[in-house]
């Protein structure tokens, strides 16, 4: 509850004091405190329970009053491509493999270093705006760039370099020059990713060894990027599982299903991270638990790419088999909003009405995933994921001063069922006040939504792409 206890007359100092307020721990105990109180000391949380117990221990250099507002771990975002197409661009009416050959590959080579750049400090503002403290990007081109762009923001990320060897059975569908090279390439690219990320020396960017999958890579490529994982103390993530159609190419291929060929080749460890995995049977959710692999459960992306998700997805069963499941957004054309509170909606009640089971995945495993469960999946649950003494001062405070949020009597069901991200009043990354008063304390919103539009209008331009509404538009 508290760093230490102390019988001095005078408070202990502290740089942010937060009294007041619904305190959702995540502890152990999952306790919540009715009217709570954080203690901030640096970048690590000192003091965090009951405002009684603590109102006297401690005097903030900034104090927030939360009274009756509702303070959170910081979200994690499991599943968040910087490496984005043009929002809103993408065709109509393709399913996942389609839209990846028809816009998105596309559209990714075409991106330049400054694009790169742009859209790293777009996207990571935004995720920071609706709450989100910690994001995975599932590989990214012109990484030095996008690194410089991250950091300017104060996120926290886990990120690598966009890999694969056109070696799968998806191979002959790809851009035939774009990034193309061999097995032993492609893992010297993903150490080298590694090593400029360590480099770079920043504490909230961890490295990542990125590779595409959905099958694009060779099983030489997806066992090594496993091992090398493991190797390095890193984590492998990839794209699997994520549609029917990519079942039919690989039972084609190999006589076995996507997650199935991968456990058989030895390509799942406890390092590695799959995304999506909307296409599995139950009989594999004991291959992930087995090998302690992790996965984001990615629900908006689901439904707009016609996933199958209410049909093929396993999520509640993954959860009691003990899988670490994050909750992610995708890309922009993929989700289109990386609000992980409305995220966690949608994997509340997708699997109940799926499984017409009304506890098929309750408030507080969605709130799990969108915080402890994220952290858990992507190996920083020592330092994330909950509020906890010792742990980093990541946090978000909701105003609840609003129709969906009143009236107020379970927190956690009116976060989930209730609220969106444009609730987060205040958002404090390792200590740092990054949100206050629904605006960005250290970066400029309106220039970056402003680059970002001219950037993706570049992008399109450059790709022949020309979005417009399906109605008829008048001058």
């Known amino acids: 509850m508290t760093e230490a206890t102390s019988s001095a007359a005078e408070p202990a100092r502290a740089d942010i004091v937060i009294r007041g307020g619904w305190l959702i721990t995540l502890n152990p105990e999952r306790e919540i405190f009715r009217d709570g109180l954080v203690a901030i000391r640096g970048s690590a949380i000192v003091a965090a329970g009951s405002r009684r117990e603590l109102d006297g221990a401690y005097r903030g250099d900034t104090e927030i009053d939360a009274t009756d507002q509702v303070i959170l771990p910081g979200m994690i975002n499991g599943h968040r491509h910087i490496l984005s197409g043009a929002r809103g661009a993408a065709p109509e009416g393709l399913v996942t493999l389609d839209v990846l050959r028809a816009f998105f590959y596309p559209s990714f080579e075409a991106l330049t270093e400054e694009d790169m750049h742009v859209y790293a400090m777009h996207h990571s503002a935004e995720m920071l705006r609706f709450g989100t403290t910690l994001y995975e990007e599932p590989g990214c081109t012109h990484l030095d760039a996008v690194l410089e762009g991250i950091a300017a923001t104060g996120i926290r990320c886990r990120i690598g370099p966009w890999t694969w060897d056109h070696g799968g059975p998806s191979a002959a569908t790809l851009p035939s020059g774009w990034l193309r090279m061999t097995c032993d390439q492609a893992v010297e690219r993903l150490k080298d990713g ?38 390095l103390d890193s984590l492998c993530v990839l794209h699997k599982a994520t549609s029917e159609q990519e079942v039919e190419l690989e039972l084609l291929a190999f006589g076995h299903r996507p997650l199935e060929h ?49 049909q093929t997805g396993k999520f509640p069963e993954m959860l009691a088999a003990g899988v670490p499941v994050a909750l992610g957004t995708d890309a922009e054309n993929a989700s289109n909003f990386h609000d992980i509170v409305r995220a966690m909606y949608l994997a509340a009640v997708l699997p109940r009405d799926a499984r017409r089971d009304p506890r098929a995945i309750t408030v507080e495993q969605a709130v799990e995933m969108a915080t402890l469960g994220g952290a858990v999946a992507m190996r920083w649950e020592d330092e994330l994921g909950s509020i906890e003494v010792g742990k980093q001062a990541d946090l978000v ?30 958002v404090i990354v390792g200590g740092d006040v990054m949100l206050r008063h629904k605006e960005l304390t250290k970066l400029d919103g309106e220039e970056l939504r402003a680059r970002a539009q001219e950037t993706d209008r570049r992008v399109l331009g450059r790709i022949g792409a020309q979005p417009a509404p399906a109605w008829p538009v008048r001058p």
Not at 411 to 422: E, I, K, M, R, S
């Open 194 to 231: 590694v090593a400029t990320v360590r480099a770079f020396g920043n504490p909230r960017i961890r490295d990542a060894v990125t590779i595409e999958g959905v099958g694009t890579c060779s099983d030489e490529l997806n066992v090594g990027a496993a091992q090398l994982a493991a190797e």
């Open 262 to 310: 991968m456990y058989r080749i030895g390509a799942l460890n406890e390092h590695v991270f799959l995304n999506h995995m909307t296409s599995i049977e139950v009989r594999e959710v004991d291959m992930l638990a087995g090998t302690g692999a992790r996965v984001s459960n990615n629900p908006s992306s689901a439904l707009r790419l016609s996933k199958g998700t209410t």
């Open 397 to 426: 405070i909701f105003d609840t001063n609003d129709f969906d949020w009143r009236p107020l009597h379970n927190p956690l069901t009116n976060l989930v069922y209730n609220a969106t991200g444009h609730s987060v009043e205040t």
